[in-house]
């Protein structure tokens, strides 16, 4: 068997191996997103039950009112935490996919560099200024990928910090709400 038709088929398996490396990475993002729904209907079902058993044995408006200030805060923290973990999720499965890219990416650019070394060992006299420019433009190429690379993940790096500190300050903000909302804080603070 010749080497081209072995080299095809070996293209042809890396192929099939990215796709299904790519499908894995999807289909795994997707079973996170279903197990978190699922622990999250759960809880919320949960939840309501108890709620509805504590509403039904509250007696007077005092308790009217501190239970319903009791609601704020975790149904806040809640909604957060779920968003935060969808987010862990999606930036998981990003992550991944980049790093299949890269690797692709790297693949593709050490097959052109050993391209490029077969040429020049195959080429003509006279052509090695062609030779050396091809190399040059790779060089220049990858150098400008790399910079790319570098300041995207830069970026998603800056993103995740800011998304993490307006979280926490949006935490605070609940916390300091469902605090401020208490029956008992109000009436310190008027006679105050």
Same mark, same amino acid.
């Given at each position: 068997?010749?080497?081209i038709?072995?080299?095809v088929?070996?293209?042809q398996k890396?192929?099939l191996?990215?796709?299904l490396?790519?499908?894995g990475?999807?289909?795994g993002?997707?079973?996170k997103?279903?197990? $978190?729904?699922?622990?999250? #209907?759960?809880?919320?079902?949960d939840?309501?039950? *108890?709620k509805? @058993?504590q509403? #039904? ?5 005092q *308790?009217?009112?501190? &239970?319903?200030?009791? $609601?704020?805060q975790?149904n =806040? *923290?809640?909604?957060?935490?779920y ?11 990003q992550?991944? $996919? ?8 790297a693949?593709?650019q050490q @097959?052109v560099?050993e391209?490029i *070394?077969? &040429?020049?060992?195959?080429?003509p006299?006279?052509?090695?200024s062609?030779? +050396?420019l $091809?190399k040059?433009?790779?060089a220049?190429?990858?150098s400008a990928?790399?910079?790319v690379?570098? +300041?995207?993940?830069q ?10 500190a ?5 935490f ?6 469902a605090e =401020?909302?208490k029956?008992? @804080? ?5 006679? +105050?």
């Amino acid at each position: 068997m010749s080497a081209i038709p072995q080299q095809v088929l070996a293209n042809q398996k890396a192929s099939l191996d990215k796709f299904l490396a790519v499908q894995g990475t999807f289909f795994g993002g997707f079973e996170k997103l279903v197990d $978190l729904n699922l622990k999250v #209907i759960k809880a919320t079902l949960d939840d309501v039950a *108890e709620k509805s @058993q504590q509403a #039904i044995e509250v007696k007077d408006v005092q *308790e009217a009112l501190a &239970f319903t200030s009791g $609601l704020v805060q975790p149904n =806040a *923290e809640k909604a957060l935490a779920y968003s935060k973990h969808v987010y862990d999720i999606v930036s998981g499965v990003q992550a991944d $996919l980049s790093k299949l890219t890269e690797d692709q990416i790297a693949q593709g650019q050490q @097959q052109v560099s050993e391209a490029i *070394e077969q &040429f020049s060992k195959n080429a003509p006299t006279g052509s090695e200024s062609a030779v +050396a420019l $091809l190399k040059s433009s790779l060089a220049t190429a990858n150098s400008a990928y790399e910079s790319v690379n570098k +300041a995207a993940k830069q970026a998603a790096a800056a993103a995740e910090s800011n998304l993490a500190a307006a979280t926490n300050a949006t935490f605070k903000a609940a916390a300091d709400a469902a605090e =401020a909302a208490k029956p008992g @804080q109000r009436a310190r603070r008027s006679a +105050a």
